[in-house]
T-cell receptor, first 113, second 113 residues
Framework: NAGVTQTPKFRILKIGQSMTLQCTQD?????MYWYRQDPGMGLKLIYY???????DKGEVPNGYNVSRSTTEDFPLRLELAAPSQTSVYFC????????????FGPGTRLTVT | AQSVTQPDIHITVSEGASLELRCNYS??????LFWYVQSPGQGLQLLLK??????LVQGIKGFEAEFKRSQSSFNLRKPSVHWSDAAEYFC???????????FGKGTRLSVIA
């Protein structure tokens, strides 16, 4: 049982490039989340999903897109990367919604230059 | 909507000393409350959670937290801090339903000899 896995661990992008951050969970959780973490700012929710085929915006969705075609996978797409998207990105999952523990992946450190 | 405040950005304690990290929440009904820990370069790990019942909750690594409805607080405590407890600590509040957890901005704990 690997839990929540994220790839890649590190990535450097040039301004205007695109990439997809991968997230997979093997716990059969319905809910999945993407956060970004900037120093001193805590976690900010980008997008979340309550099940396959259903996604919703979080606090900071601009510049990102998601899809959820399977229960296991929840990729985060960055189109036209900007320096403001330099951050550490965490994926998480939970069985239920706001009343349930979230399990976090190890994170992806992204730098846009 | 619910919200959570962690008043202390950074706390330094001596090894062996006691610790209390503060968390205040805002929510009209009984909340679901969580404390997470993030070691450097890692994802978040659940320390403990409160749903209902006994207001003193025991967690992993010797941590405990007390829910005080009258003060809208859920402070984290440890009687004797170890150097390995140096990390960032996040309080989170959740509700029933689909709304994701709301995280505080975190408190960074430093431990000195």
């Amino acid at each position: 049982n690997a839990g929540v896995t994220q790839t890649p661990k590190f990535r450097i992008l040039k301004i205007g490039q695109s990439m997809t951050l991968q997230c997979t969970q093997d716990m059969n959780h319905n809910y999945m989340y993407w956060y970004r973490q900037d120093p001193g700012m805590g976690l900010k929710l980008i997008y979340y999903s309550v099940g396959a085929g259903i996604t919703d915006k979080g606090e900071v969705p601009n510049g990102y897109n998601v899809s959820r075609s399977t229960t296991e996978d929840f990729p985060l797409r960055l189109e036209l990367a900007a320096p403001s998207q330099t951050s550490v990105y965490f994926c998480a999952s939970s069985i239920g919604g706001g009343f349930d523990e979230q399990y976090f992946g190890p994170g992806t450190r992204l730098t846009v230059t | 909507a619910q919200s959570v405040t962690q008043p202390d950005i950074h706390i330094t304690v001596s090894e062996g000393a006691s610790l209390e990290l503060r968390c205040n929440y805002s929510y009209g009904a009984t909340p679901y409350l969580f404390w997470y820990v993030q070691s450097p370069g890692q994802g978040l790990q659940l320390l403990l959670k409160y749903f209902s019942g006994d207001t003193l909750v025991q967690g992993i690594k010797g941590f405990e937290a007390e829910f005080k409805r009258s003060q809208s607080s859920f402070n984290l405590r440890k009687p004797s801090v170890h150097w390995s407890d140096a990390a960032e600590y996040f309080c989170a509040v959740g509700t029933s339903g689909n709304t994701p957890l709301v995280f505080g901005k975190g408190t960074r704990l430093s431990v000195i000899a």
